[in-house]
């Protein structure tokens, strides 16, 4: 149980395009939903919070109208990156929290799941 | 003053040896703290979380938190090349998002 998946695991696309990432909780319901990005050698900066049927939390300086996050149901959330630019090439990371408990994998109430990461390359 | 602060390494040691990691936080009403190993271009992986005071072991790997000091850190015995990652450590606090550190590249010298 416990399983968070990504879509796509690696893009390359020109400047200027938009790229959407899917984060999908495959065996549990996850009410929050949270985007991390990481640059080469770097940590996990937390873009926002996702939270389902509302709009995210963003953390300060992530830009809303450029990282367009949408946690329509309690197993997907999307991140859309809006006109793409070289400096947006990172490796973005979704995790999922199961407070309800439906997975049954968790080890610990405050735990996330990790999606495999999506690696985005704009050129 | 960083949020959460870990040596950057690369900390090596040779097969066999233990391996200690140590991480320091800033917020003093930190509440839970997780270790967690990321291989190069992969997302990371939950080792341990630890929530008192004191030890915790599973396996191998031992966590240790000291929250006067307002320190954690993990111990990896018998060290493995396989072991060979990046080790955050990550922090939160009720149900707010982890608050990761930079994390410490291990190294295990076969």
């Known amino acids: 149980g416990a399983v968070v998946s990504q879509h796509p695991s690696r893009v390359i696309c020109k400047s200027g395009t938009s790229v959407k990432i899917e984060c999908r909780s495959l065996?549990?319901?996850?009410?929050?939903m949270f985007w991390y990005r990481q640059f080469p050698k770097q940590s996990l900066m937390l873009m926002a919070t996702s939270n389902e049927g509302s709009k995210a939390t963003y953390e300060q300086g992530v830009e809303k109208d450029k990282f367009l996050i949408n946690h329509a149901s309690l197993t997907l959330s999307t991140l859309t990156v809006t006109s793409a630019h070289p400096e947006d090439s990172s490796f973005y990371i979704c995790?999922?929290?199961?407070?309800?408990?439906?997975?049954?994998?968790?080890?610990?109430?405050?735990?996330?799941?990790f999606g495999p990461g999506t690696r985005l390359t704009v050129l | 003053q960083k949020e959460v602060e870990q040596n950057s390494g690369p900390l090596s040691v040779p097969e066999g040896a233990i391996a200690s990691l140590n991480c320091t936080y800033s917020?003093?009403?930190?509440?839970?703290f997780f270790w967690y190993r990321q291989y190069s271009g992969k997302s990371p992986e939950l080792i341990m979380f630890?929530?008192?005071?004191g030890d915790k072991e599973d396996g191998r790997f031992t966590a240790q938190l000291n929250k006067a000091s307002q320190y954690v850190s993990l111990l990896i015995r018998d060290s493995q090349p396989s072991d060979s990652a990046t080790y955050l450590c990550?922090?939160?606090?009720?149900?707010?998002?982890?608050?990761f550190g930079s994390g410490t590249r291990l190294q295990v010298q076969p």
């Open positions: 995790s999922a929290r199961d407070l309800g408990g439906t997975s049954g994998g968790a080890k610990s109430y405050n735990e996330q799941f």
């Open positions: 917020d003093r009403g930190s509440q839970s």
């Open positions: 990550a922090v939160t606090k009720g149900r707010r998002a982890l608050t």
């Open positions: 065996d549990f319901q996850a009410t929050t």
């Open positions: 630890i929530y008192s005071n």
